[in-house]
């Protein structure tokens, strides 16, 4: 299962697996963009996915994601927590988040604990960007006080890695790994003129090669991963010490439980 697999690296991953020959489901958000999405996969693989719909900016969403999945699969073996953005100016949502935080990561953090006795394996896709990161488990919504678009990007990044890295503490009979896809042109920042000029102009990657190692992690035997591990360009690497911290990590555990309502 991918979520944010109407575009970018979710639907590159989607297309990839599915030319395996693996039954893949996509979720997103925009219903239009998720048909024709589907609509890729099935020309390219022959086979045409499952579709679900869901916004990561609405949490009942999510929790009504989780229910549907539960009720159409007894067992999901590989989750991709794909779907992420890069918010240009300070939103909350319905939920009372800073929106980067909960579709980057409060979102997915809800949706694989509701999943978690369904799910074999977790790839997370995080990102270099973790550098600028400056999480506060105790105030999630600290970049709206002053917001800067990449370091808020970048806390939710560096929420991914630390999420990663404390599932494979608590779930141990679930494989979970997170990666850096590289610079990727995608839809980020398409409402941007300036964003989506950058991206026609300099030399990013294609969503094809930042989605290799999704689908490297998603397929690579266990027993040559590290668990909780951070790798890019499928080799592990060492993220920065803030998103290696493993207090942090379980307390951003604790309190991502909280802000989404389930026991930690």
């Known amino acids: 299962m991918v979520t944010g697999a109407s575009s970018g690296i979710g639907l590159a991953a989607a297309v990839a ?3 395996r020959g693996d039954q893949v489901v996509l979720v997103g958000r925009d219903p239009a963009r998720l048909q024709a999405a589907g609509d ?31 009720a159409a699969y007894d067992r999901i073996d590989v989750l ?9 100016e300070p939103l909350t949502t319905v939920d009372g988040f800073e929106l ?3 579709a980057n990561h409060l ?3 809800l949706l694989s604990n509701l999943l978690r006795d369904r799910i074999g394996r977790m790839v997370v896709t995080a990102s270099g960007a973790h550098r600028s990161g400056a999480l506060d488990p105790d105030d999630l919504n ?6 800067r678009p990449i370091q808020a990007y970048g806390t939710s990044k560096q929420a991914n890695i630390l999420f990663t890295a404390e599932a494979a503490q608590r779930w141990p009979d679930v494989g979970s790994y997170c990666f850096h896809p590289g610079v990727v042109r995608t839809r980020f920042g398409a409402d941007s003129r300036i ?23 998603a397929h690579q035997d266990p ?9 890019a360009d499928r080799r592990l690497r060492r993220p920065w010490p803030k998103a290696a911290d493993p207090q942090l990590a379980a307390r951003l555990w604790t309190a991502s439980a909280k802000a989404v309502g389930i026991d930690a």
Do not use: H
């Open 142 to 147: 600290a970049p709206l006080r002053r917001y």
């Open 100 to 102: 980067s935080i909960q």
């Open 195 to 217: 964003v989506a000029l950058g991206m026609r102009i300099m030399p990013f990657r294609s969503p094809e090669k930042g989605a290799e190692t999704l689908v490297w992690l």
């Open 40 to 70: 890729r996969v099935r020309e390219a693989s022959g086979e045409r996915p499952e579709l679900f719909r869901a916004d990561f900016a609405v949490l009942d969403d999510v929790r009504g994601l989780a229910e549907r999945l539960r």
């Open 17 to 19: 697996l599915a030319c």
């Open 223 to 231: 027993s040559r991963l590290v668990d909780g591990a951070y790798y």
């Open 80 to 88: 991709a927590n794909n779907a992420g953005a890069i918010v240009l």
């Open 107 to 109: 979102a997915p953090f």
